[in-house]
């Protein structure tokens, strides 16, 4: 059988990407800060994707050839920015770029984004010189000299990252026979949520799930990520798939109004009451 890598397994989506693999027969080795629970599948290796250099130590325990690499660590906030940016963006391309000559022909990564990045097109004149940085020191360096722009949010400035550095490396693999591209999740109900939550507001975080009829659970996102590591699809590179039941083909269609939505209507009240000013 194959033998997959997967970042952040110890819980959530990461957890229940493993045990779906696992039970598929499938060999697999997590990645994480946390050692994952007793009787959990896959071998694990700690690795602290925010500390430059901890990359290659795992790389290093790591087979020769692997069959496909699933980057689903993340975190959702920080009292340092910069960490958020580390290890959501920088730590898993070091990651990724280390590992991807080791992929099979055939072999795929998937890098977990987020609904919150959607807007990257937007944003991308801003994040050029990020994604032109060669590694994680000179990531960390201009993080850090720029910080002004992501420190409000980190998160959806990280998410943004990736997905837009996730469209410009399926360059490379169109050469390799091989594929990269992210899924954007929307809401789940992870041991991250309250962290969510905080970022969003609990009113606002009521209204996105409510628009699809309730958050996503782990295992909903992993059957994603499982099937775009695992089937025959050579042929898919460079995309980004939003994977929210419908919230982003709503905010698109028309019918999900985000102007309606708590976030929203409190900033219209705030710039109305500003005018009167």
Same mark, same amino acid.
């Given at each position: ?82 960490? /958020? !940016?580390?290890?959501?963006? $920088?730590?898993? *391309?070091?990651? #990724? %770029?280390? +590992? =991807? ?64 550095? /996730? !469209?410009?490396?399926?360059? $490379?693999?169109? *050469?390799?026979? #091989? %594929?990269? +591209? =992210? ?95």
């Amino acid at each position: 059988m194959a033998q997959y890598v997967v970042t952040g397994g110890s819980s959530g989506v990461g957890a229940a990407l493993i045990a779906r693999l696992a039970a598929a027969g499938h060999t697999v080795f997590n990645l994480d800060v946390a050692v994952p629970a007793s009787g959990s599948a896959g071998t694990f290796i700690e690795c602290n994707l925010g500390d430059p250099g901890r990359a290659g130590v795992a790389v290093n325990r790591l087979p020769a050839r692997i069959d496909g690499l699933a980057n689903v660590a993340g975190m959702a906030r920080s009292p340092d920015p910069v960490m /958020v !940016m580390a290890v959501n963006f $920088l730590g898993m *391309r070091e990651l #990724t %770029r280390q +590992l =991807a000559p080791r992929l099979n022909t055939g072999a795929g990564i998937v890098c977990v984004s987020s609904i919150a990045g959607r807007d990257w097109k937007a944003r991308l004149e801003k994040l050029r010189p990020l994604l032109a940085t060669e590694d994680m020191v000179s990531g960390l360096e201009w993080c850090r000299a720029n910080i002004e722009l992501f420190a409000r949010d980190p998160y959806t400035w990280s998410k943004r990252a990736v997905t837009a550095w /996730v !469209m410009d490396e399926a360059r $490379l693999h169109t *050469r390799r026979s #091989t %594929r990269i +591209l =992210a899924v954007s999740p929307g809401g789940i109900d992870t041991p991250l949520t309250p962290q969510f939550n905080d970022l969003m507001g609990e009113a606002q975080a009521q209204w996105t799930n409510e628009q699809t009829g309730r958050a996503a659970v782990p295992g909903e996102i992993a059957e994603v990520i499982q099937m775009f590591l695992c089937q025959p699809c050579g042929w898919l590179n460079g995309v980004d798939v939003p994977v929210d039941r419908g919230y982003s083909a709503g905010l698109d269609a028309g019918w999900i109004d985000f102007r309606e939505s708590p976030a929203m209507r409190a900033k219209a009240e705030r710039d109305t009451a500003r005018n009167r000013h």
